[in-house]
């Protein structure tokens, strides 16, 4: 009941009666689909449909169509759309992408099939760079296991022969803010004399800026065992405003050369250029902290690079062997500077922090593909990858009543050496029926010491898995097939989080807002999964799905809070088992598929249900951190003019209880996104774009309480949002 009383309580009720008749109309028109489906043509060209319908992994693929619908200069804004992801903002921390409503880890972000590497941001790369996007329920054993929500596969533009090159130029107005982006893709073929050799460089310039405005409201109160009643000790009001920039350059060149019929050559390469700036203005209503009224201002230079060589040869048979060489480097130079002041405006305390990080990965891969026999592929590999990486951090604080000063220097060292061999088997049994049999080996060997430190920390850790992998297909019909697959997947611990290092925070240390500090002990997250999904194909662009989920986790990493020194620190740890489990749906059609009366319409909707339960910590609401419970979604796209498109998507998330541990428990309100668009297409070579993002400008609000049986701490945060308008030109040369 609380979900169906969030959906309905939308500022835009006409909206929630769309959906749902959207909906309904969805399941009509499968009814009638099924009862002339003698009428349905299902040839024709490949589609992401059809490569879909084909494909015996669960795999969902979208293409171009899909990414530049909006005009979104950030990935982030283009995963959000597509069916069963979300993507959650914290203030101050890049997107994190979930599937199955998990994220931190949980799904794995590939890019060109590659994990993406240290630093990595998802809005790192430009739409305006990428082929397509696959999404993975459960990956194949070429892929790292690292997967227990699911993977997602960035594909950057490949087609280097004949390719059209493309030139494109935005303008975005947010809060009175405007921000601008340009990227160009410019393909070629080498002279003749230099031999079959095509290239294609793509790029993106950006400038971005945006504010951030969050009010807070703390309440402390101590319990009173003489009247059995709550005293308020504490009654804090907090106002923060915040001005983010981004200035990007990014480059995704290509080269492939053709060196004979057997041989091929390809480099792919990506670099990333970003200077990004952050000030901060906190001030709150009390004396109860050290610093009411403090000032921040955060600034990094950060250069990312990648690069995959890769040689393919073509053998007898249809046999096909490749190998793969990437290196990886990450540059990043950041100052922070903070003003602690009492509420007179008196400066009280400076403090100076200088980080930097640099860290270099090397790997090799090697694939051997053949068609044993008619009804077999076998495929086997390896990989292997050595990751370095260095960091310091040097901090000095200064003390404006004494003029004291504590200085603070860190220089710590990590590394990451992976090793994996796979072998799979994809087996057509006979006409109705196909499967899927791999099995995946990885050992990773980490490591992380303090250098130049008589009392700092040198930790090593091994962790293997070995991951079998079934996935099935049985198709009932030409239309109608059903899917089962199980496997089993883990999630590492990050580098960062095996460090025993203490970050602190600024001001005003609760169980709320608590120190936090890593663990050298942490033991990989692992779990075995098990999917069963039905589709329904009403023609090349247009199906029904229904897929289940399960999952068992072992050794899950939770925060464990507690006091030291004084101060409230949060540690991670392993802390038992959680059980996740899930119903998702997704409906899409284009009309004119069902009936040439139809309008030119594509329809689509999405419902994402997820479940979850922590046995080591007391119910009621012991969900996984952080998790969705419910996703849904509703969109259409109208060929109102032979020049004219129109559409929009609209999201809802519902709201979400956890209690994390006996006496912490999260809150977050429901949350709604509406989007519009229109594309109008001048002439075969260009077109322009609008698109208005966020059109409810529905603030972001939270809840987190912590609870004991004599002290009570609650904060209650409202983060506020605005409407984006882009305005798109795309050229194709």
């Known amino acids: 009941m609380r979900f169906a009383r969030d959906i309905l309580s939308s500022s835009l009720p006409r909206l929630k009666v769309l959906a749902v008749a959207v909906i309904s109309l969805f399941a009509s ?64 921390k890049a997107p994190e992408i979930r599937m199955r409503g998990l994220g931190n880890g949980y799904t794995q972000i590939l890019l060109n099939g590659q994990a993406t590497p240290g630093g990595f941001s998802i809005d790192n790369i430009a739409p305006d760079l990428i082929e397509k996007i696959e999404v993975m329920r ?106 983010n920039r981004k200035d990007v350059l990014n480059l995704s060149p290509r080269i492939q050369w053709k060196i004979d019929a057997e041989n091929s050559l390809n480099w792919q390469g990506n670099m990333n250029v970003s200077r990004l700036e952050q000030a901060k203005h906190e001030q709150d209503d009390s004396d109860t902290t050290d610093f009411p009224m403090n000032n921040s201002i955060w600034a990094a230079h950060v250069l990312t690079s990648r690069n995959d060589l890769s040689w393919e040869r073509r053998l007898d048979d249809s046999a096909k062997l490749s190998i793969n060489f990437g290196w990886n480097r990450l540059e990043r130079d950041a100052k922070f500077k903070f003003w602690g002041k009492d509420n007179q405006a008196n400066l009280q305390e400076m403090r100076y922090v200088n980080g930097a990080a640099l860290e270099n990965e090397y790997r090799l891969s ?30 000095r604080d200064v003390r404006v009543s004494d003029s004291s000063v504590i200085s603070d220097a860190h220089i710590y060292q990590a590394r990451i050496n992976k090793f994996a061999a796979f072998l799979q088997d994809e087996w057509s049994i006979n006409k109705a029926w196909s499967a899927y049999l791999g099995l995946r080996w990885e050992r990773i060997t980490s490591g992380s010491k303090e250098l130049a430190a008589a009392d700092g ?67 990989p997250e692992r779990a075995w999964g098990l999917e069963l999904a039905y589709e329904h194909y009403l023609g090349s662009t247009s199906l029904i799905s229904a897929n289940l989920y399960r999952r068992q986790i072992d050794d899950i990493i939770m925060e464990q809070l507690s006091q030291s020194g004084g101060s409230w620190l949060n540690v991670l740890s392993n802390h038992g088992r959680a059980n996740v489990m899930g119903l998702e749906v997704e409906v899409k059609t284009k009309l004119t598929e069902l009936s040439g009366d139809f309008p030119d319409m594509e329809l689509r909707a999405t419902l994402n249900r997820n479940w979850s339960r922590l046995d080591n910590v007391p119910g009621p609401d012991n969900h996984l951190s952080q998790q969705v419970p419910l996703l849904i979604s509703a969109g259409a796209d109208y060929q109102l003019l032979p020049r004219l498109r129109v559409g929009g998507d609209y999201h809802f998330q519902a709201s979400n209880t956890t209690r994390e541990s006996e006496y912490m428990r999260v809150h977050r309100n429901p949350k709604r996104h509406l989007d519009l668009y229109l594309a109008w297409k001048q002439n075969p070579k260009s077109q322009l774009r609008m698109s208005v993002s966020n059109i409810l400008q529905q603030d972001s609000v939270d809840s987190d309480t912590y609870a004991t049986p004599t002290a009570r701490w609650s904060d209650n945060s409202r983060q506020q949002s605005a409407r984006t308008w882009r305005l798109v030109w795309e050229l194709k040369l």
């Open 457 to 523: 920390f040198d930790f090593n850790n091994v962790a293997t898995m070995a991951s079998p992998i079934l996935q099935m297909v049985w198709k009932q019909t030409e239309q109608t097939q059903w899917r089962l697959a199980m496997n089993r997947s883990f999630k590492l611990p990050s580098v960062a989080n095996l460090v025993p290092r203490r970050f602190r925070v600024d001001n005003n240390n609760t169980p709320l807002n608590a120190d936090f500090q890593g663990n050298p002990q942490l033991r």
């Open 29 to 92: 028109k499968a009814t009638f689909a099924q009862e002339t489906s003698q009428q349905v043509d299902i040839t024709g060209k490949t589609t992401a449909v059809r490569e879909r319908q084909d494909d015996i992994g669960m795999r969902g693929i979208y293409g171009r169509d899909e990414i530049e619908k909006y005009g979104d200069t950030n990935l982030s804004e283009v995963l959000k759309r597509l069916p069963g992801i979300s993507v959650s903002e914290g203030v101050g």
């Open 366 to 395: 090697g694939k051997y593909l053949a068609p044993y026999s008619a009804k077999h592929v076998v495929s086997l590999g390896w990989e292997v990858s050595h990751v370095l990486r260095n960091e310091n951090r040097f901090e």
């Open 138 to 243: 459960v990956a194949s054993a070429d892929i790292s296991a690292q997967s227990i929500a699911g993977v997602i596969n960035i594909v950057l533009k490949k087609k280097s022969r004949n390719q059209v090159s493309e030139f494109k130029t935005n303008a975005s107005l947010q809060a009175n803010r405007l921000s601008g982006n340009v990227s160009w893709s410019l393909g070629a073929q080498a002279p003749e004399g230099w031999g079959d050799i095509s290239y294609v460089l793509a790029g993106n310039a950006e400038s971005n800026t945006n504010d951030i405005n969050i009010s807070l409201a703390e309440n402390v109160a101590t319990y009173q065992p003489a009247n059995g009643q709550w005293q308020t000790q504490i009654r804090r009001q907090l106002q923060q405003s915040q001005q």
